[in-house]
């Protein structure tokens, strides 16, 4: 949602409303339109039994990222903290551990 400038406005208009009221405004990355989670690897996850230990939660497979495409992965990642910071947003969260994608590529069971 970030990684393109058509938001920005949009979202300055509702922290108009919010960051008088007190709210802290932060962001969290998320894998935009329902696509294809990317990987480091095509390697599928297998279910796994949900906390309530009843319900199982089944994973999309990835897309192995190519090499040429890490440099506009990297640069959504600044387009996305840019237009964050011009939007109003206090902070902003870039998850690199649990298995997200800048934690694949340091882990030797998945970085194909």
Known sequence: ???C???RGPLKGV????KP???LILHKGFQPNGQVPISSTDK?????IRA???DVAEFSPP?????DEIPLVVNDFRLAARNAMEA??????IHGAHGYLIDQFLKDQVND
């Open 88 to 93: 109003g947003f206090d902070g902003i969260e």
């Open 44 to 48: 599928e996850l297998t279910p796994q």
């Open 5 to 7: 400038s058509t938001h």
């Open 21 to 23: 009221q007190g709210f």
């Open 15 to 18: 922290f108009s409303f919010q």
């Open 1 to 3: 949602m970030l990684s």
């Open 63 to 67: 897309r192995r990222l190519r090499t």
């Open 52 to 54: 309530n230990g009843i």
